[in-house]
């Protein structure tokens, strides 16, 4: 699970809660355990490091290389985007509510994805349903790629069978 100590509806983080993420050994090229294994590896920490990630703006670090990331491959990207104006780092939190809320009629209930995106919900919605772990379990392993329609959506982790093996 990830933490939020603070999001841009919680600003004093009463209201934090866990959010659920999956490996996607089925295709690990959108992994996030993998994307962090990786990290991990290819990066260096010194003992004064207390973050995982270094700096203060981390959403402005993130923002200024993921429109490099797009500008430069720009080229291969044009049959879905026009200019780097085009996506920014909002896109993945709503390309994520949208595609766990289209791939199937069975999908997770919108008041589990607005939670997990950390969206108010109009009227007494925000006082009837909050969050709940099996909610965002749902939809935790649908945004990790998980096929919904399928047994292959509790697939396990890969695991490693003598962890102290060489």
């Known amino acids: 699970t990830i933490l939020f100590c603070q999001t ?9 809660h866990n959010r659920h993420v999956y490996a996607n050994p089925l295709k690990p090229e959108i992994c996030p355990i993998l994307a962090l294994g990786v990290f991990l ?18 959403y402005s670090h993130f923002s200024t290389g993921f429109k490099a990331l797009v500008k430069q491959n720009l080229g291969e990207l044009q049959t879905w985007i026009q200019s780097v ?3 920014g780092t909002h896109s993945f939190r709503k390309g994520a509510a ?20 950390g969206w108010k919900q109009p009227g007494v919605q925000d006082t009837y349903l909050v969050f709940s772990d099996a909610g965002d379990q749902v ?3 649908i945004v990790s790629g998980l ?6 959506f509790s697939t396990l982790p890969p695991m ?3 962890p102290e093996s060489e």
């Not at 841009?8 to 934090?16: E, F, I, N, V």
């Not at 590896?41 to 981390?58: I, M, P, R, Y």
């Open 98 to 117: 949208t595609f766990a809320c289209s791939g199937s009629s069975q999908g997770a209930h919108i008041s589990a994805v607005s939670n997990r995106c």
């Open 41 to 58: 590896l290819l990066t260096e920490f010194s003992e004064d490091d207390v973050k995982l990630f270094g700096g203060g703006h981390q």
């Open 85 to 87: 104006k085009d996506w």
């Open 139 to 141: 939809v935790g392993r």
């Open 160 to 162: 490693f069978l003598n």
């Open 147 to 152: 096929p919904l329609d399928s047994p292959s």
């Open 8 to 16: 841009k509806t919680d600003q004093s983080g009463d209201r934090a």
